[in-house]
């Protein structure tokens, strides 16, 4: 006989939800409600391929030594996404790559972990982005030149700070910003492989040729 139901969850100003988890010995604990669904872990698309091509073929000096470095790591880039999976379903814990590093090697390495990816790998991958995606969207008010260095850093510095504040005030919000910027992404990138095989069938074969301007 209880004294009355169980409070299973409470709602948060920003629309999040916490959840109380009871324990066997009767004391709970409160933690965030999983607002994280399937479509929103799997809409996950690096913005380097907006990047990485261009390098790419200059450095590979042929179309299609371009196109074998891309099925080549194309492949890599699956068999790591594999490796995650099952990483994800045998260690069923928040925290990513500190959680499996540090169950696997020992909290020294999973710590070591951590701080590297906070203080190296996330912020410089964030600044890429960010700086890559005020390129173009101030390109097209310089055409005849590059974009200034400051209004390219000043773009890219507000548009980490609001995301930055969007991942602070709600899990929910973050994702559907996620979903959003997903989706465009995946529309930019149909309508250039549809474009390009447009141009194919029109016979326009010239950037094949390297020797050409690109």
Same mark, same amino acid.
């Given at each position: 006989?209880?004294?009355?139901?169980?409070?299973?969850?409470?709602? *948060?100003?920003?629309?999040?939800?916490?959840?109380?988890?009871?324990?066997?010995?009767?004391?709970?604990?409160?933690?965030?409600?999983?607002?994280?669904?399937?479509? *929103?872990?799997?809409?996950?698309?690096? *913005?380097?391929?907006?990047?990485?091509?261009?390098?790419?073929?200059?450095?590979? *000096?042929?179309?299609?030594?371009?196109?074998?470095?891309?099925?080549? &790591?194309?492949?890599?880039? %699956? !068999?790591?996404?594999?490796?995650?999976?099952?990483?994800?379903?045998?260690?069923?814990?928040?925290?990513?790559?500190?959680?499996?590093?540090?169950?696997?090697?020992?909290?020294? %390495?999973?710590?070591?972990?951590?701080?590297?990816?906070?203080?190296?790998?996330?912020?410089?991958?964030?600044?890429? !982005?960010?700086?890559?995606?005020?390129?173009?969207?101030?390109?097209?008010?310089?055409?005849?030149?590059?974009?200034?260095?400051?209004?390219?850093?000043?773009?890219? %510095?507000?548009?980490?700070?609001?995301?930055?504040?969007?991942?602070?005030?709600?899990?929910?919000?973050?994702?559907?910003?996620?979903?959003?910027? &997903?989706?465009?992404?995946?529309? %930019?990138?149909?309508?250039?492989? !549809?474009?390009?095989?447009?141009?194919?069938?029109?016979?326009?074969?010239?950037?094949?040729?390297?020797?050409?301007?690109?």
């Amino acid at each position: 006989m209880t004294d009355g139901p169980r409070l299973r969850g409470n709602a *948060s100003a920003d629309g999040d939800t916490l959840s109380s988890e009871s324990t066997e010995e009767g004391s709970g604990r409160v933690a965030l409600k999983k607002e994280i669904g399937l479509v *929103s872990a799997c809409n996950i698309i690096g *913005s380097g391929i907006f990047v990485s091509p261009k390098g790419v073929l200059e450095n590979a *000096s042929s179309v299609g030594l371009a196109l074998i470095v891309w099925i080549v &790591t194309g492949v890599i880039t %699956a !068999i790591g996404a594999l490796c995650y999976a099952e990483l994800g379903v045998t260690i069923p814990k928040s925290g990513g790559d500190y959680s499996y590093v540090k169950d696997i090697f020992g909290g020294l %390495a999973g710590f070591l972990r951590l701080w590297i990816a906070v203080l190296v790998i996330y912020p410089t991958n964030q600044a890429v !982005i960010a700086l890559t995606f005020s390129n173009y969207v101030l390109q097209p008010l310089f055409p005849s030149c590059f974009p200034p260095e400051n209004g390219l850093r000043l773009l890219a %510095a507000v548009c980490l700070l609001l995301l930055t504040w969007v991942n602070c005030s709600s899990v929910r919000w973050a994702t559907r910003v996620q979903d959003v910027f &997903t989706t465009g992404k995946l529309l %930019a990138l149909g309508l250039i492989i !549809i474009m390009g095989f447009v141009q194919i069938c029109k016979g326009r074969l010239g950037l094949f040729d390297f020797d050409s301007d690109l």
